[in-house]
Nanobody, 124 residues
Framework: QLQLVESGGGLVQPGGSLRLSCTAS????????IGWFRQAPGKEREGISC????????YYADSVKGRFTISRDNAKNTVYLQMNSLKPEDTAVYYC?????????????????WGKGTLVTVSS
């Protein structure tokens, strides 16, 4: 049974920071790329970051580039998303997913296997 568990969300003021974690079980995460996605109320799910199996290459959506950093610790089966300079428009439920790809600058999940998500609210 494959499981992904996101954590680290919460309420933060604009300009603040949060670090999200995605911990996998039931499979070896170093066999897969891992992506972070988010969905704001009333909007489509957006791919925001993708990290390769090796962790050497990372990709970001324009909306978060320069503010968010993805990293992974394969020994812990965990992928992180460090979020800095948060804006109210970053408010969303954040999901991680196994297998991601970048097509024409857009990040997609190939397997569409998601965790339950963690809520990030950016508000003053």
């Amino acid at each position: 049974q494959l499981q992904l568990v996101e954590s680290g969300g919460g309420l933060v003021q604009p300009g603040g920071s949060l670090r999200l974690s995605c911990t996998a079980s039931g499979f070896t995460s170093d066999y897969y790329s891992i992506g972070w996605f988010r969905q704001a109320p009333g909007k489509e799910r957006e791919g925001i970051s993708c990290i390769t199996i090796s962790g050497i290459s990372a990709y970001y959506a324009d909306s978060v580039k320069g503010r968010f950093t993805i990293s992974r610790d394969n020994a812990k089966n965990t992928v992180y998303l460090q979020m800095n300079s948060l804006k109210p428009e970053d408010t969303a439920v954040y999901y991680c997913a196994v297998d991601c790809a970048v097509v024409a600058g857009t990040i997609f999940s190939g397997m569409a296997y998601w965790g339950k998500g963690t809520l990030v609210t950016v508000s003053s």
